[in-house]
């Protein structure tokens, strides 16, 4: 089955700073990768999605880029804030594979402010 | 509201003592999953299901029943619970893929202990 390593497992970055968490998978046949954020004591939510016939995707100070051929895809957030603080998670799932999800590890990241 | 929510919230049994969590959505989402998330190995599937009497296993299923003979609900059963899943719950749902699907709406979790 698909395997996603994630890293790094925590990131403390000073407010205003970027952050990047980045994620790798096994299974060439993932075509959609989604990030969930999981606040402290809450439930996993998407913040990001980016499927496998676009490199790049955008939503205000989050971004998603994905490199198809080297099997990996990053986060970014600029302008960090303090709360932005929280776990992130990265997910693969092959499309039309009834919602198959395989997640990577997490990573905590600490905006400091 | 649209929701997914979980009873019970928290949960401490003894082994072998058969429990359920129930899992329901009031969303009309044809996929729901169940999760468990543990330090460090993030969230891992147990079980998905992608319509009523339609079930699968995820990653780690050894241990679990689930059954889907209502659209919005879910449950996860343990027939006989041990120490090892101790853990934090998770079931979540989404719509059909293709109908804005994909994004999962995840429950609000269900931590159990098994002592």
């Known amino acids: 089955g698909e395997n996603v390593e994630q890293h790094p497992s925590t990131l403390s970055v000073q407010e205003g700073d970027s952050a990047v968490i980045k994620c790798t998978y096994s299974?060439?046949?993932?075509?959609?990768f989604p990030w969930y954020k999981q606040e402290l004591g809450k439930r996993p939510q998407l913040i990001i999605d980016?499927?496998?016939?676009?490199g790049e995707k955008k939503d205000q100070r989050i971004a998603v880029t994905l490199n198809k051929t080297a099997k990996h895809f990053s986060l970014h957030i600029t302008e960090t804030q303090p709360e932005d603080s929280a776990v992130y998670f990265c997910a693969a799932s092959i499309d039309g594979n009834f919602n198959k999800f395989y997640f990577g590890s997490g990573t905590k990241l600490n905006v400091k402010p | 509201e649209a929701q997914v929510t979980q009873n019970p919230r928290y949960l401490i049994t003894v082994t072998g003592k058969k429990l359920t969590v129930t899992c329901s959505q009031n969303?009309?989402?044809?996929?729901m999953s169940w999760y468990r998330q543990d330090p460090g190995l993030g969230l891992r599937q147990i079980y998905y299901?992608?319509?009523?009497?339609?079930?699968d296993k995820g990653d780690v299923p050894e241990g679990y029943k689930v059954s889907r003979k209502e659209k919005r609900n879910f449950p996860l059963i343990l027939e006989s619970p041990s120490p090892n899943q101790t853990s934090l719950y998770f079931c979540?749902?989404?719509?059909?893929?293709?109908?804005?699907?994909?994004?999962?709406?995840f429950g609000p979790g269900t931590r159990l202990t098994v002592t």
């Open positions: 299974d060439s046949a993932s075509n959609y």
């Open positions: 969303m009309n989402h044809e996929y």
């Open positions: 979540a749902s989404s719509p059909p893929q293709g109908l804005g699907g994909y994004e999962q709406y």
């Open positions: 299901s992608m319509n009523v009497e339609v079930t």
């Open positions: 980016i499927r496998s016939n676009v």
